[in-house]
Structure formats: C-alpha cells, structure tokens
C-alpha cells in the first residue's frame, strides 16, 4: 500500500498553466505505475494520464485525447514524486485532480488502482 499526497491546485485563467505534484510513501513507489484522474460534481472519474513504472520500456505515458498535447506526466523516484503539467488550461479542465498509484498494466480505468490521494482542485476561469 502506498500513501499519496496531491499538491499544486488552484486558480487560473483560461490559457496558463499549473504543475500538480503527487507525494508517495513507501520504497516500492518505481515499481508502481501513477496515474491521473480528474471528477466533477454529479460526473464519473475521468482518466487523464498514467506513467507507467520505472524500467518499462520508454516513458510508458499514455494520455486522455482531451489533453493530450496540453499536459504532460512525469515522475522523479529519487523524489518518490510525480508531477502533472498541464499548459493551455481550458475552462473545462476544471476539477478535482486525483493521483493513483496501480500495479504494472494500469491504464485508463479507476478500477485499475489500487491507492489513491484525496485530491486537489484546479479551478479555470474564462
């Protein structure tokens, strides 16, 4: 099990940017894959991105079509920290951004993870 802590939200306009960054404890966070999800009131969690655990073969990033080329996840395991970097913000972006940690082969669906941060919330003004 791992703990994970998000960080980084909150008010923007339309077109900045904003770096979320998800803490985790534990000495296993490399073997983990982490992904990013994001929820509005009343709507189902949505996927946004995942990369997958260190020594997979390239960066194994995979992103939602609705921000791919805007945002960008990385990880740093010396850090135990992985990051969300999300540019050309749109008003539609805004939610809840959750951090989850999943086993080798997580992709897109929450069910796929097994630990998740309690969330942080990003608000995008027109």
């Known amino acids: 099990q791992v703990q994970l802590v998000e960080s980084g939200g909150g008010l923007v306009q339309a077109g900045g940017s904003l770096r979320l960054a998800c803490a985790a404890s534990g000495r296993t966070f490399r073997t983990y894959a982490m992904g990013w999800f994001r929820q509005v009131p009343g709507k189902e969690r949505e996927f946004v991105g995942r990369i997958n655990y260190s020594g997979w073969r390239g960066d194994g990033t995979l992103y939602a079509d609705s921000v791919k080329d805007r945002f960008t996840i990385s990880r740093d395991n010396a850090k135990n920290t992985v990051y969300l970097q999300m540019n050309s913000l749109k008003p539609e972006d805004t939610a809840v951004y959750f951090c989850?940690?999943?086993?080798?082969?997580?992709?897109?669906?929450?069910?796929?993870?097994?630990?998740w941060g309690q969330g942080t919330q990003v608000t995008v003004s027109s």
């Open positions: 989850a940690a999943g086993p080798y082969g997580a992709r897109g669906a929450p069910s796929d993870y097994t630990d």
